[in-house]
């Protein structure tokens, strides 16, 4: 197909440079006999047909003969044929029209003294882009108000362009340009009526009116068309006048050209008409805007596709009987383009961003308006990232694991290469024709959970954290928020969560050490990792809040998908594109995309975030995410209050895909989906492992790059002002003393509780001789030395509370995950 376009777009190129003369050089006279391309066409079968139904006319049989011929061809072009013309104005003096006469001639002199000066444009016109996935099949169109495909005459059936010339033009090939019977007969008609009522053009007239004259109705306008149709033959062979006929004419609808037509009434290929399809659309020409009114003009088509089967037939190309069945054959439906929307509408979503892009490439014009008539008319042929697969394996999945459907709530997809940025296909939305709000790319929802990642990742680059360092996730918690009061936060379901390690926390969702490890590492640092990652401006940048940790900012599921990708490749953020090649109608190439990332993040941050999320699908909340064929995956789930989205991100080493579910247009509570709570971990992260397994299912088995060993031990993690339990056994029969201390002066043990550093010091009740008791400071580590008897009022320095911030969508994972709910 590419080669075949390429070829058209060569010849028209030729055409284009041949007709840009000079406009102070004459243009050189051909010598070759006009009629041998009829007669060499006869003998080779091409064009046999059209060539007999051009007349009477055999080609003969010496060469004497045909040079005397096309002599007498070429002397009629010029002295005779405007001895004709003047003849038949002549004829208006005895009709009563004395001053036309006068005029007309001078008009011939005019034109014939100029027309070897006259620049004849023959480059095709505006033209239909066509757009390819990534196996090179065509996947739509990109079409303003004109929508055309140049092809070659070797495109179209023979007994098609027989078909088109014996409607049009039956005297095509004999003629040089103007048909001087024609011509007498429709001026005569013409004076008769006073006026230009009849037309008697030729195919080329057709052309030079398009191209040169213009479409005034006035006897000067007709003489000019015919000076410069002589001149056109002169200058281009028939093959071609005819390739740049059947490419230009308008058929109505906006389609311009045979391919067009093709398409638009009948749903198929130029290749596959036939002589009834042929019929229709040359019935067309001189009438494009018949179809529009189709209920009103239904019998007049049918007449003018009659008439056109009829010139068929008197021209030798089908019989009587076929000429029946044709009639038989009932007229296009009413409702457009089939093949047209066969194609387009089933990933319309992708072909507005195609288009989106393709408005934005500087390789296509400086400037907005150079791009705009490029992309919707400059015929280029545009190659995508689009996998097909992948999208009939996303709708598949979702399918599947939602056979009852989604309800008032909807899915999105995307998938990106995490190596190049190449976005293979999305979901967008149910159908583009209840919505074109892209639900992939435009679609901003609050990401819950599964932008704690973000916040482990600032914590490893700028912080020098650890996943094995520990910090508390006990709640509920409430941290400082100044000016604003304090933010309280609460895990999800209430559990009262525990110290542990930054990776157990992860793979437990917690949202009070999520927070809390976002204050330690800073807040602008948490914006300025989640910026990065995700490709915001400073513009479009998140706010420094403490629920950025739980995800209460927005993101669309592109975003996120391209953010884990980065990870897997090791920490570089490719760009997300669409568009690998752009080639304009002459098969030159416009544009080829060269994949450009940016290191955000360093290779040891990326892989000890993906050892972290690999956990989580083995261990954690993604467990339901896990892919069946072995193939190592992470991710991480998410699901904010009330359980408005839902989320599950996640990546292997050849691909990323986000997840998302809930509702398209507002903050609807999804509750119960199939007996459970609609979390990350119930309903995305089985669609991701459907969708994934799917996808890569004639990939090879791949691993991701091991975490480095630990640089240094394990420390414990808080704020300043944090406090910290402690317990001090005092004697086997008693319970142990607590006390709280500030999270500095203690150490977490083995089994995530605290023991007191050293020099800690505890205010305990130390009871006198009297039975009486004081308040003392010991080190903590000789309470139970010290004190002879239990201490009746342990006092410790709580510190204060840290507080919340303004934003709606925080307060717990916002409906965080949490080991319970989504844990198998």
Known sequence: MTARRAAAGAVHEDLHRRSRRNEHQAAPRRTHPRSRHQCDAQRRGRHAIAADAAGAHSCPAGAGTLQFNV?????????????????????????????????????????????????????????????????????GILVNDVDREIITLDQVPDDVIATIVAVEDSKFWLHNGVDLRATARALVSNVSAGGIASGGSTITQQIVKLRVVGSERSFNRKIREAVIAARLEEDFTKEEILEFYVNEVYLGNG?????????????KDVSALDVGDAAFLASLIRSPGLFDGFDQNIDT??????????????????????????????LPSRNLSPRRTDVALRRDYFLVEVRRSLLANP?????????????????????????????????????????????????????????????????????????????????????????????????????????????????????????????????????????????????????????????????????????????????????????????????????QAVAYGTFANGGVRMEPFYVTRIENNFGEVLYEHVPHGRRVVSQTTAD?????????????????????????????????QQFHDAWFVGF????????????PDEQVPMGEIQERRATGGWIPARIWSAYMGRALEDEPLRVFAPAPPPPRASQYLFLSGDTCSIAVAVSPSEPPLEFDLPCSMVRPTDDNEFEPLPDALCKAAVPDTSGESRFEWLRCTQIATVLGARATEPVGDTGESPPPDSSDGAGEDSGADSTEEDQT
């Open 71 to 139: 002599d007498l061809a070429r002397r009629l072009a010029r002295l005779p044929l405007l001895a004709v013309m003047i003849a038949v104005c002549a004829a208006v003096v005895t009709i009563g029209a004395r001053a036309s006469a006068p005029h007309a001639a001078r008009t011939l002199d005019a034109v014939e003294r100029d027309r070897d000066h006259i620049t004849i444009d023959l480059r095709p016109g505006a033209q239909r882009t066509q757009v390819f996935d990534s196996d090179g099949s065509p996947i």
């Open 255 to 267: 389609a311009y050209g045979l391919q067009a037509g093709a398409e638009t009434y009948f749903g």
């Open 301 to 330: 088509m049918t007449r003018r596709r009659s008439r056109s089967l009829q010139q068929a037939v008197d021209a030798g190309i089908i019989t009587e009987a076929q000429r029946d069945a044709f009639e038989r054959r009932p």
């Open 363 to 559: 390789a296509l014009g400086d400037t907005y308006q150079a791009r705009f008539s490029q992309v919707f008319g400059g015929g280029l042929r545009v190659w995508t990232t689009l996998r097909p697969e992948l999208q009939r394996a996303m709708r598949t999945s979702v399918a599947e694991v939602l056979p009852e459907g989604t309800g008032e709530f909807e899915v999105s997809i995307v998938s990106v290469d995490p190596t190049t940025g190449a976005v293979h296909a999305f979901i967008g939305g149910p159908a583009f024709s209840d919505s074109e709000f892209n639900l992939a790319t435009q679609g901003r929802r609050q990401p819950g959970s599964s932008f704690k990642t973000y916040v482990l990742a600032a914590a490893i680059e700028r912080a020098g954290l650890y996943p094995f360092d520990t910090i508390s996730g006990q709640g509920p918690c409430v941290f400082p928020n100044p000016p604003l009061d304090d933010y309280e936060v609460s895990n999800f379901a209430n559990s009262p969560g525990r110290v542990a390690t930054l990776e157990e926390q992860a793979t437990a969702s917690s949202n009070c050490a999520f927070v809390r490890l976002g204050l330690i590492t800073g807040l602008d640092e948490v914006v300025g990792m989640a910026n990065r990652l995700i490709g915001r401006s400073d513009a479009d940048s998140y706010l420094p809040y403490p629920s950025i940790s739980l995800g209460a900012q927005e993101i669309t599921p592109l975003e």
């Open 608 to 640: 000890w975030v993906t050892s972290v999320l690999e956990e989580n699908v083995r261990t954690g909340t993604g467990t339901r995410s896990t892919l069946e064929s072995g193939q190592v995956s992470a991710g991480k789930t998410g699901t904010t």
């Open 652 to 663: 292997t080493p050849h691909m990323s895909t986000a997840v998302w579910m809930g509702h």
